[in-house]
């Protein structure tokens, strides 16, 4: 009987472990995900401005012609 309860307890506390690993390893995921994608829409966002400014100044050295 008194094995029975601490097999049962332990049997808790690894269910409780292993949610909490899964829990984290989801969190950091998801974390990590979201971290990528900022990071992608910034290089976006510069390749997108580099390429209008390149586009501005070869007008502007136009003009000047």
Not at 12 to 25: F, G, L, N, R
Not at 33 to 58: D, F, P, R, V, W
């Amino acid at each position: 009987m008194m094995q029975d309860l601490t097999n049962s307890a332990n049997s808790d506390v690894q269910t409780e472990q292993t949610e909490q690993t899964e829990q984290t390893e989801q969190t950091e995921q998801t974390e990590q995900t979201e971290q990528t994608e900022q990071t992608e829409q910034k290089i976006e966002a510069h390749t997108s401005l580099k390429k209008h400014m390149q586009n501005y100044l070869k007008y502007f050295a136009l003009s000047l012609n």
